[in-house]
Each structure stands twice: as structure tokens, then as C-alpha cells.
């Protein structure tokens, strides 16, 4: 059309239909150290009521800097839930600051740097949350445990030059985003340069979900931790399919484990993933395929691939999210206040 003015953004005032929609309130940002007269952190969730469990994160000289904070409350499905969130002490507006649920810039410190920092020598056993790493010394004596803030997909998000130089063992919980965080960390140890990273290959047999903080399974010998400790697979980056220099060759391992018997390869899954640097269930599609029956088969009872999606690093604030969303779609439709957060509401 001629006049493009129609299509303008809706100005306030602008007709009858005109009306002010919420503004957003401002995003708190994160004062990184913790000012040393800043409150003690009282945060609770606001849903949810206080943490279980809080634990501190420092910088290199020990200042604090924030808290990973645990909340447990019972899901709409009956099941008992938790949710760990990173907590830092952040400027609201103005001269208004309160310990907020917002994630640390980027490079975080790793959960109990000081100690490392002053342990250069001491072997490291990784771990995929606070509570774990803090068992670390009393399962292990001579280690010390650590790990990241903000959940099984925010590895990248820290910094891993403390361990530059020392040996590291990666434990993963016994579940997939377990199985890709301890892959994610021992990729980053090697960039900072650490002596040796190997991984832990918990039993394929043990409980879904397992983790050091739960007691062994039944049947489990006692030592059954110090063996799998000792048994951690060196890792090495995946070598490309048939590279010639590569420490594995990709196209004969799954052939032979496709030749495997099912009990034979569920055993072996698990450690062939990590010396090939793939996921468990990308390996289960490879030899699926190789034995002649291709993972996208059509047909009823065929796998649903879909993208693994990567967590947002970050809490999000629902409401001021909404609130967003909903003066963008006003500033370009004429439409009332209700029908502008219904629109919202609708296209997430």
C-alpha cells in the first residue's frame, strides 16, 4: 500500500483502543564479589519457601561471589522434585540491591576453588553437583571433589584452568545429561591442560539416575566405588570415522559391537561411548543400523529423534518475560490488554 502508516507501531494515545500495558521491571544484575556489607542470603523461593541447601561459590582470593541453592517441592504428577539455582546478590535499580535467582557471568569459578587453589597437587574427582563433590574427600581421602554452577548443561560456562596440570576423574550420575556433562567437562580439563582426564563407567545394571550421595545398590561390593575409581577410563577426544592416527577405530568398533550378543553389548555400551565420544544413544543407533535394522525405519514402534535441547543458563522470570512479549505485540496490534498477554500466552 501507498501509505505504510497504518502499519506503524500503535503509539500510547492513539485512539480509543490505546491503553498502557505493564512495563517490564528492570533485569537485576549480578555485583560479582558479594560487597563485603552486603545481607547475608535470606533468598527463598517464591513458590517454593527457602532452600534445603545452600552451597557458597568463591573467587580466587574468597570472596564470595554467589550460592547454588537447592529447593524441593512435590510436582503436579505427586513425585517429590528439586530445583538448584544459582543465587547472587544483584543491583535491582538504583541504590536497591537483593539476592536475586540470576546466574553468574561467564567464567564462573568452580565450586571450592580456594581449595583447590591451595591443594596444586591433589587429584580431582568431578562431580555433576555441589552435593557430591562435597562427599568427594570422605569417599575418596587424597581427592578433592568440585564442580559447576548451573546444572549439567552449563559446563562451558566456567572456568577449568584450576585444574591445569593435575589428574582428573570425571563421575557421572547414572543418567544421559550425566553421561553428556562428564563427556562436556573432560573435554574442557584437557583444554585447560590437566595431566590426565578419565571417566568413570558407572554399572549398566545400577539404578537409573544413581549418583555417589545415594548408597550402593544391593548386591554392590563394599568397595565397589574405590574399584570403579581405579577402573576410570582415560579419555581422549573422538577421533574422526576412520581417521588412521585415531586412537579408535570408529567403523570396526561398531561392527563388533553389533556382532555382540544384547546382554554382551548393554555391559560394554556404556565404556565403547566414551572411547568413541558419543552419546550412549547415538552408539545404539549406529549399531542398530549395522545389524540391519536403521533407527528411522518407518513403521509402528520406531524411535522419535529429536534434538537434544540445550538449558537456558539462566532463571527465567516468567512474568517479566510475559510482560515483555506482551508490549512488543501491543506496540504493532490494536487490541486490549487481556487479549495482548492471551496472545502472549498462546504463542509460547
Given at each position: 500500500m501507498a501509505d505504510d502508516a497504518m502499519f506503524a507501531p500503535v503509539q500510547a494515545g492513539d485512539g480509543a483502543t490505546a491503553f498502557a500495558v505493564t512495563t517490564a521491571r528492570p533485569k537485576p544484575v549480578p555485583?560479582?564479589?558479594?560487597?563485603?556489607?552486603?545481607?547475608?542470603?535470606?533468598?527463598?523461593?517464591?513458590?517454593?519457601g527457602p532452600p534445603v541447601a545452600k552451597w557458597p561459590y568463591e573467587d580466587a582470593e574468597g570472596r564470595l561471589v554467589g550460592h547454588a541453592a537447592r529447593v524441593e517441592f512435590v510436582g503436579q504428577d505427586g513425585e517429590r522434585r528439586k530445583e538448584v539455582l544459582p543465587i547472587t546478590y544483584c543491583?535491582?535499580?538504583?541504590e536497591n540491591c537483593a539476592w536475586r535467582a540470576r546466574a553468574l557471568p561467564a567464567p564462573r569459578p568452580l565450586y571450592r576453588l580456594p581449595e583447590l587453589i591451595a591443594n596444586p597437587d591433589a587429584p580431582v574427582i568431578v562431580?555433576?553437583?555441589?552435593?557430591?563433590?562435597?562427599?568427594?574427600?570422605?569417599?575418596?581421602?587424597?581427592?578433592?571433589?568440585?564442580t559447576s554452577m548451573g546444572g549439567a548443561g552449563a559446563a562451558k560456562h566456567s572456568d577449568w584452568t584450576p585444574l591445569?596440570?593435575?589428574?582428573?576423574?570425571?563421575?557421572p550420575d547414572h543418567d544421559e545429561p550425566g553421561r553428556r556433562y562428564?563427556?562436556?567437562v573432560a573435554g574442557l580439563a584437557t583444554a585447560a591442560g590437566a595431566a590426565s582426564v578419565a571417566i568413570v563407567a558407572?554399572?549398566?545394571?545400577?539404578?537409573?539416575?544413581?549418583?555417589?550421595a545415594d548408597a550402593l545398590p544391593e548386591r554392590a561390593a563394599p568397595d565397589a566405588l574405590a574399584e570403579l575409581l581405579q577402573s576410570a577410563v582415560p579419555w581422549t577426544p573422538a577421533a574422526p570415522l576412520n581417521e588412521p592416527n585415531g586412537a579408535v577405530d570408529a567403523t570396526a568398533e561398531i561392527a563388533r559391537l553389533a556382532?555382540?550378543?544384547?546382554?554382551?553389548?548393554?555391559?560394554?555400551?556404556?565404556?565403547?561411548?566414551?572411547?568413541?565420544?558419543?552419546?550412549?544413544?547415538t552408539l545404539d543407533q549406529l549399531v542398530a543400523k549395522h545389524r540391519g535394522k536403521p533407527a528411522g525405519a518407518p513403521g509402528q514402534g520406531r524411535p522419535l529423534n529429536l534434538p537434544e535441547p540445550e538449558p537456558w543458563p539462566e532463571p527465567v522470570e516468567g512474568a517479566a518475560l510475559i510482560a515483555e512479549l506482551a508490549a512488543v505485540i501491543h506496540r504493532y496490534v490494536v487490541l486490549g490488554a487481556a487479549e495482548?498477554?492471551?496472545?502472549?500466552?498462546?504463542?509460547c
Open positions: 555485583i560479582v564479589p558479594v560487597p563485603t556489607d552486603a545481607p547475608e542470603c535470606a533468598w527463598g523461593h517464591p513458590k517454593h543491583r535491582i535499580s538504583g562431580t555433576e553437583g555441589e552435593k557430591k563433590a562435597d562427599l568427594v574427600p570422605s569417599l575418596f581421602p587424597g581427592y578433592l571433589g568440585t591445569a596440570g593435575r589428574k582428573v576423574i570425571t563421575w562428564v563427556h562436556d558407572v554399572p549398566a545394571e545400577w539404578p537409573g539416575k544413581w549418583d555417589i556382532g555382540l550378543p544384547l546382554l554382551q553389548y548393554d555391559r560394554e555400551r556404556e565404556a565403547a561411548a566414551m572411547r568413541l565420544g558419543c552419546r550412549t544413544s495482548a498477554v492471551s496472545t502472549t500466552l498462546f504463542a
